[in-house]
């Protein structure tokens, strides 16, 4: 499957945003889909990840409470809402899917099978 992730901005301390990563080429409820970042100088980090159908998520500890993954499979879409931005949410989000058959803790970027291309969040103090 090739993803393309958008909704990346400069956004303030406080603010929201919402992004969006969309599917191609295989059938998108086949995979658990995931949500990490990377910021300069650093890993790439998990932030959220739900299961085939929605039914179950996970988020790290960082983000839960602040950050929202949902999907929609009709539109082949899976969408991060980020609420209450900090500055050190600033970094480069990538979306991941995973061929896994079942749900489970999947927060390392090897257990994830294909990845699109990064969205920059810029979050001003």
């Known amino acids: 499957v090739q993803l393309q992730a958008s909704g990346g901005g400069l956004v303030q301390a406080g603010g929201s945003l919402r992004l969006s990563c969309t599917g191609y080429g295989r059938t998108f409820s086949d995979y658990i889909m995931g949500w990490f970042r990377q910021a300069p100088g650093k890993e790439r980090e998990f932030v959220a990840a739900v299961s085939w159908q929605g039914g179950s998520t996970d988020y790290a500890d960082s983000v839960k409470g602040r950050f929202t993954i949902s999907r929609e499979n009709f539109k082949n879409a899976v969408y991060l809402q980020m609420n209450s931005l900090k500055p050190e949410d600033t970094a480069d989000y990538f979306c991941?899917?995973?061929?896994?058959?079942?749900?489970?803790?999947?927060?390392?970027?090897?257990?994830?099978?294909?990845w699109g291309q990064g969205t920059l969040v810029t979050v001003s103090s």
């Open positions: 991941a899917a995973d061929r896994a058959v079942t749900w489970g803790t999947r927060t390392l970027p090897n257990e994830y099978d294909y």
